[in-house]
């Protein structure tokens, strides 16, 4: 996932030291570290839009459990709480609704940028099926934000 599609998310974790298991050392997150939250708070995303989460925050929950963040210099070291899931999960959803700029100078197909090609690997290799009759994974390269939108009219 581009770090430019997501820079609320970046902005959020930047500043944390995290201790991941009680074996390793706290560091600051890496940029495969921040590629796996933003892939998680997706999925996470999508699993409360589909209704198919077993935890409160599923996929996102299971990545940072165990996790100790410090999320600021001073700050006291403490698990992840469901206001940083839940801030998570917006900044990913406000990063990918965002508009995003085309190039107009190249011919239609042939600008395909590398967030498009980030987005078009959340793409599920399941055969799950909608209530109306709809593959997930169709839907989905159709309308990549298709879950967001159903997940924010339920939210409203």
């Given amino acids: 996932m581009s770090v430019e599609v997501l820079p609320a998310l970046r902005s959020l974790v930047e500043s944390w030291v995290v ?13 495969d570290d921040l590629d796996q939250l ?25 990545l940072t459990q165990g996790w100790v963040v410090q999320r600021y210099r001073g700050a006291t070291p403490g698990p992840l709480v469901e206001d940083d899931f839940r801030h998570c999960v917006r ?14 100078s190249q011919p239609s197909g042939e600008g395909v940028s590398a967030a ?33 939108r159903e997940h924010l009219a339920l939210s409203l």
């Fill in 116 to 148: 498009d090609e980030a987005l078009s690997t959340f793409v599920p290799e399941t055969d799950d099926v909608l209530p109306d009759g709809r593959k997930v994974a169709d839907v989905l390269r159709e309308d990549p934000f298709y879950f967001a």
């Fill in 19 to 31: 201790k991941k298991t009680p074996s390793t050392p706290p560091r600051k997150l890496s940029a």
């Fill in 91 to 104: 900044f990913v959803l406000e990063g990918l609704s965002r508009e995003r700029p085309t190039d107009k």
């Fill in 38 to 62: 933003a892939r998680a708070s997706i999925e996470t995303l999508a699993q409360r839009a589909l209704g198919t989460i077993d935890g409160e925050w599923g996929s996102l929950e299971e």
